[in-house]
């Protein structure tokens, strides 16, 4: 018996050993945001002071001659898990992640117009993804991305739905989906101060129901241009939606940011998205947002104010929010 112990404890040894040989570098960063959010006068404000506090956790390591990193992101105060991602950094070859939520593919410029705080969208809950492209979404998906002669490509493609699920399958409803999106800035496009990108992408909706026709369409391209503390935007993306009877949605956007010293920046953007419905008098939404930040080493308070009309396509809809965050990092 004794000797069996012996045996076990020297094995165990042996294993922590091999583990510690391929021990990841952990890092954390965090930061603690308290807002005050003025709702408009046809919604309940309630207690309208927040907290937020956010942890990233970031380990890496080598695995076999690659480098293999893990990200855990916005722990809003220790609630659950917001994002995570699982890397493989092939070198050349690029590299190839399962995302859960921290951003891939088309998604990824699903609104480049330049702002000093939030997008011009935010806190506007039934418009906030009007006119947003992102095919496969960020969530259940894989991705790919690598860089080509100065271009970069970012890919995304699911099974199924696409909603974060631990192990096992996910039990939520959805076809298939893929994305792309490919972006160069600088020297690369032949213009100093400029950076510019595209994107395409499909999902499938639900032909085993015989409610559809065709995929999904998701396509995007943006153009941003820095000329000394100006930055000016614009973006146009088109949703055609492949089932019967459905509403196809165009979106125009454009946003000019000022970068007033190196503490304090504004913005002012504006937005359209045309609601082209089949059986019905097409209808526009039309957003504009100002937004304003100033920084102070780890500290920085923000503003931003929102406005909407024909919300999420519904004629005489309308919403606005007004924000002011101070936010700490750590």
């Known amino acids: 018996m004794n000797n069996f112990k012996k045996v076990g404890l020297t094995a165990l ?21 308290l807002t005050y959010t003025s709702e408009d006068s046809s919604e309940v404000t ?31 105060q220790f609630a659950g898990m ?5 890397s493989v950094d092939m070198g050349d070859m690029g590299t190839i992640a399962f995302d859960q939520g921290s951003g891939s593919g088309l998604a990824t410029i699903d609104d480049k117009t330049p702002t000093a705080a939030e997008e011009i969208w935010d806190g506007l809950a039934d418009s906030s993804t009007s006119g947003r492209v992102g095919a496969a979404g960020s969530s259940g998906v894989f991705n790919y991305v690598n860089t080509f002669s100065g271009v970069t490509f970012n890919g995304a493609a699911r099974t199924g739905s696409g909603t974060k699920n631990s192990d096992g399958a996910s039990s939520g409803a959805g076809g298939n989906a893929w994305d792309f999106a490919l972006t160069a800035s600088g020297d690369t496009m032949g213009v100093e101060g400029l950076t510019a990108g595209l994107g395409y992408g499909q999902a499938e909706n639900g032909s085993a129901t015989l409610t559809s026709d065709n995929d999904d369409q998701h396509m995007t391209v943006f153009a941003n241009y820095t000329m000394g503390m100006v930055t000016a935007g614009v973006q146009m993306s088109g ?4 089932a019967k009877a459905s509403t196809d949605q165009e979106f125009t956007a454009w946003g000019v940011a000022l970068n007033v010293n190196e503490n304090l920046s504004v913005s002012y953007g504006e937005s359209e998205v ?15 947002g100002f937004a304003v930040a100033y920084t102070m080493g ?13 919300e999420a396509g519904v004629t005489g809809a309308s919403d606005s929010m007004t924000e002011i965050a101070l936010s700490f990092a750590f």
């Open 46 to 76: 309630g207690n309208p002071f927040g907290m937020k506090t956010n942890l990233g956790f970031t380990a890496s390591g080598e695995v076999n001659g690659y480098t293999v990193s893990y990200m855990q992101t916005s722990m809003d």
């Open 298 to 310: 780890s500290m920085k308070i923000a503003g931003n104010r929102n406005e909407v009309s024909g």
């Open 274 to 288: 045309d609601f082209l419905k089949p059986s019905a008098k097409h209808v526009t939404e039309s957003k504009e």
């Open 13 to 33: 040894a042996g294993s922590l050993a091999a583990v510690s040989a391929h021990a990841a570098e952990m890092t954390v960063s965090g930061a603690t945001m």
């Open 239 to 242: 949703i055609n939606k492949g």
């Open 82 to 86: 917001s994002s995570a991602r699982l």
